[in-house]
Structure formats: C-alpha cells, structure tokens
C-alpha cells in the first residue's frame, strides 16, 4: 500500500465545497489508470484564498481545481494563464509550475465534449443562446467558438452585463447581448444554454415558449436538482428533442484537467454511467 502522506496532492478549492463530486471523479479517474493520487475537497473563504494556496502549494499540492466564488481570484492569482482563462477571466484549473501557477479554465471544454460526444451535438454553424453573463457563462464561450458557433447570443436579466460580456469576448467571434426580458424578440435557436443561478435561489427564468426551434437542444450547465427549472421549461416547449443538466460536462471538465496534471485523458463512460446510477 503506498503511504496516502507521500501521495501527490491535488484538490477541489471553494465555498461551500463539502457536496462537491470532483474527489469522487479524481479517485475513479487515478484508479482506473493506476495513477496514485490524494484528492480533497477544501473549504477556502475568497479572503484567506491567496494565502491558503500558498501554504498548500508548500505542502506538496500539485494542482487544483477551482469553483464558486473563486474563480476569478484565481485567474488574479496566476503567473500565466491559457487563452481560455485569460479570455473568461476565470480559471477552473490550477497546474503547478516550477515558477507559480498556470491556470487554465477546461468549463468550455467540458460542455463542448459533453454535447458533441456524450449527446451527439453538432455546434459548429449553429446559432447558440447562452442565458447568463456571470463567471459560469464567461467559462464557455472561447469553447464554444472553438467549435465553430456560427453566432452567439447572449441574454442576461441585467443587460449591461451582458453587453460586458459580448464586448470583453468579442475576439472570439460574434456576440450579441440583450435583455432576459426581450428575449421573445430574438427570434428561434437550436442550442439553449442556461448559466443563470436562478433555480439555485428558488427563482423562475419565465422563458417565453417560444424560444426553441423545432428540434432544438437545450442544456444547463448546473446537474441534479438545480437543473430541473430548465429543464422542465424545456419540456414543457415540446419543441427540444436533448434536454440535459450539466453532470456530463463536470466529469469532461474534469477529464481535461486530470489530462493537464497527469498527461493522459481518462475514459469518462464509466464513471458518468456511475454517478447518473447515483
Ligand atoms: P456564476 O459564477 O454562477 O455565473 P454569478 O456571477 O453570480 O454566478 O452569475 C449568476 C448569473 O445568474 C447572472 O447572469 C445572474 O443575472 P444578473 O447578472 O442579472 O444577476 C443570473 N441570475 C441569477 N438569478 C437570476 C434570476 N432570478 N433571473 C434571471 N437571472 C438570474
């Protein structure tokens, strides 16, 4: 049995953390590729962020990934940062080097390998609505461009952070901002992404029906409960034929990281088909 004090570390930081699904991920991951690791979920405050990745860093912490509140932070707190992250202004993924840490954000990727390989979406040339302008809807866009989005457009209840986000990302191609509450003059999409945290506050989005075209894919970026809302509206427009919550794209953003610190991609079917099992 190797000693777990000799293990190389890894971690899943942020607030609340306890519930997190990446250790369980992480673990699966390692033993399926006999690759030894130690993964914790750790519960940092954003004041005392910067100084606890320190002294973990001093502890032997290799890499970590990040979620809510300190993505941002975390993007503040690197020597370098991917293209990805630079442009969200938000890292999900932290690489030790040997002169700081490299942050990278693997969200958008995430989401694009979920929809293309898990649910047999097409992106590229499709007219895409993203509802959202927080650090979860920042996160995918470079990614989504990547894949060759014809146009994005952007809708968010507080339209001048929308208009914040189509202006600070417009290098990666054209977006369009608008109001939640003038979405039903935006016209028919074929991909709804939901990146809003309504349903996590107990809020309704009211979407207009008419939002999906015929055939239309509709996905939000929260799994499990949180994702029930969307979904719900979704069905309820009988016009989508995927509706999905966002677990796939966890354990792809995870995949992707897994691939950063330990230079192989594992094989995500198994342990997506374990955690839908429950
Ligand atoms: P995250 O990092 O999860 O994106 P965030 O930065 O707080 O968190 O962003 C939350 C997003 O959900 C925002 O787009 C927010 O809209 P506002 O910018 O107008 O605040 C959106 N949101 C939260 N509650 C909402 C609600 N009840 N209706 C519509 N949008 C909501």
Known sequence: MPDPASEPRYAVLGQPVAHSLSPRIHQRFADAL?????????????EEFAARLESLHHQGLRGANVTLPLKERAARLCRE?????????????LVRREDGWFGDNTDGVGLCCDLRDNLGVELAGKRVLLIGAGGAARGVVPALFEEGIAELVVANRTPERAAALAEDLSDCGPI??????SLAEIGRFGILLNATSASRHGEDLALPQSLPA???VAYDLSYGAAAEPFLAWAARTHATVVASDGLGMLVEQAAEAFQRWHGIRPDTAPVL????AG
């Open 81 to 93: 940062l991917s293209p990805a992250a630079r442009l969200s202004s938000a890292v999900n993924t």
């Open 273 to 276: 088909r374990e955690l839908r």
């Open 34 to 46: 006999g690759v030894a690791l130690r993964y914790e979920a750790l519960d940092v405050a954003p």
């Open 214 to 216: 015929p055939g239309a």
């Open 176 to 181: 369009q901002s608008c109001a939640l509450a």
